[in-house]
């Protein structure tokens, strides 16, 4: 079946960058895309945008330009994202999940388990 | 950016009820970009339906999904004790994707 893991929970310190990993399995890794959502702590979703694993093409959402990166590394079917300058506000849990195709995302299904990253002096 | 907003923001219920989730869009997302997600404490969201009115894989048949334009409904037509939890939608007609705040349905 198709499944997403995530790399552990982090916890970094204002100003530090976080690498959170998302290892699919499954289906065919470039056949789609993978979007990056984030949840703080009793709060609602967050897309931050998302990487077709076909071309590396990237769409970030304007909040997040310039502060976070989508990678892929097709050879072992696995996403990333580098989120740096991290803040308090960054705290939260960051989800991985597969888009609908590879060249424009749409919904998301299936999702990975999830990542908490806490941002904490 | 569009703005999803999801109405009532608690929704109060017996198992066996109907229930009648509201997601309203700030413009036109015309009648095939919305999808809902189903999300359980702790766990990760699950997708529901998409495309508007589409159930996704192994979705029950009392999920269905209608509405055009501005207004979506997501309705559960009878409530099953796992059925409780918080539903989220979100289009993909405009860029950045968005999320509305969610919908809590509890038990009365």
């Known amino acids: 079946q198709v499944q997403l893991m995530q790399s552990g929970a982090e916890v970094k310190k204002p100003g530090a960058s976080v690498t959170v990993s998302c290892k699919s399995s499954?289906?065919?890794?470039?056949?789609?895309?993978i979007s990056w959502v984030r949840q703080a702590p009793g709060q609602g979703l967050e897309w931050m945008g998302w990487?077709?694993?076909?071309?590396?093409?990237?769409n970030y959402a304007q909040k997040f330009q310039g502060r976070v990166t989508f990678t892929t590394d097709t050879s072992t079917s696995t996403a990333y994202m580098e989120l740096r300058s991290l803040r308090s506000d960054d705290t939260a849990v960051y989800y991985c999940a597969r888009d609908s195709n590879y060249y424009d995302p749409n919904w998301f299904d299936p999702w990975g388990q999830g990542t908490l990253v806490t941002v904490s002096s | 950016e569009i703005v999803l907003t999801q109405s009532p923001g608690t929704l109060s219920l017996s198992p066996g009820e109907r229930a009648t989730l509201s997601c309203r869009a700030s413009?036109?997302?015309?009648?095939?970009?919305l999808a809902w997600y189903q999300q359980k404490p702790g766990q990760a969201p699950r997708l529901l339906i998409y495309g508007t009115s589409s159930r996704a894989t192994d979705i029950p048949e009392r999920f269905s999904g209608s509405g055009s334009g501005t207004d979506f409904t997501l309705t559960i037509s009878r409530l099953e004790p796992e059925d409780f939890a918080v539903y989220y939608c979100?289009?993909?007609?405009?860029?950045?994707?968005?999320f509305g705040q969610g919908t809590k349905v509890e038990i009365k």
């Open positions: 979100q289009q993909y007609r405009g860029s950045p994707r968005t």
């Open positions: 990487i077709s694993a076909y071309n590396g093409k990237t």
């Open positions: 499954g289906y065919t890794f470039t056949n789609f895309g």
């Open positions: 413009q036109s997302i015309g009648s095939n970009y």
